[in-house]
């Protein structure tokens, strides 16, 4: 099940393990097409990681402290460092083999 993330509480969800992080806004098609993707993400990788949702709109602050400025931005965070992101529309496949090589310590190239 995917996380819903605020201002309030980003950094505590993604101060320790690996969480992908979807930000994104309800009026935007494509973030629309990236949710079902998302969730099937989350059952793939299951309890290793997490996935997690921050709309911009509510919380402007935090999309402005990392620099979004297209959405669907999906960022991946390791122990609260982002360690890649993805802009536009990403494929299942993609992003579990992103957090995949996160979660062994490697390096991801980011699209």
């Not at 509480?9 to 992908?20: C, D, P, R, S, Y």
């Not at 959405?71 to 992101?85: N, W, Y």
């Not at 802009?87 to 993609?94: A, D, F, I, R, S």
């Amino acid at each position: 099940m995917m996380k819903e993330l605020t201002d309030v509480n980003f950094q505590a969800e993604i101060a320790t393990g690996v969480t992908l992080v979807d930000f994104w806004a309800p009026w935007c098609g494509p973030c629309r097409m990236q949710g079902p993707i998302l969730d099937k993400v989350a059952l793939q990788i299951g309890e290793r990681a997490k996935v997690a949702k921050l709309n911009v709109d509510e919380a402007q602050q935090t999309a402005a402290r990392f620099g979004i400025r297209s959405i669907p931005t999906l960022a991946i965070f390791k122990d609260g460092a982002p360690v890649g992101a993805f802009l536009g529309v990403q494929q299942e496949g993609t992003l579990v083999d992103a957090l995949e090589k996160t979660l062994r310590g490697e390096a991801i190239a980011a699209k």
